[in-house]
């Protein structure tokens, strides 16, 4: 825990999404959420804003998969 604050050390939280199908990603010490453009394109900048079910703010997060490190 964060002494002065009371707070974890850690910057975002996770929260269920109202559907349930991925996650609400919330700034810690904002409580703003992590929020996208729907005219998002190649090199694009997410910010944190208050909930606003107008904007995508859900997201899907997945492990990293592919051709990585075969050796055992």
């Known amino acids: 825990m964060w002494e002065v ?4 050390w850690q910057r975002w939280s996770l929260e269920d ?3 349930g199908i991925g996650f609400l990603i919330r700034s810690v010490h904002s409580r703003r959420y992590l ?3 729907e005219d998002a394109e190649r090199r694009w900048q997410p910010w944190f804003d208050e909930r606003n079910a107008q904007l995508s703010q859900q997201w899907l997060l997945a ?3 592919g051709r990585g490190n075969t050796s055992r």
């Open 35 to 37: 929020t996208l453009s």
């Open 5 to 8: 604050h009371r707070e974890p």
């Open 63 to 65: 492990p990293p998969h």
């Open 17 to 19: 999404s109202p559907d």
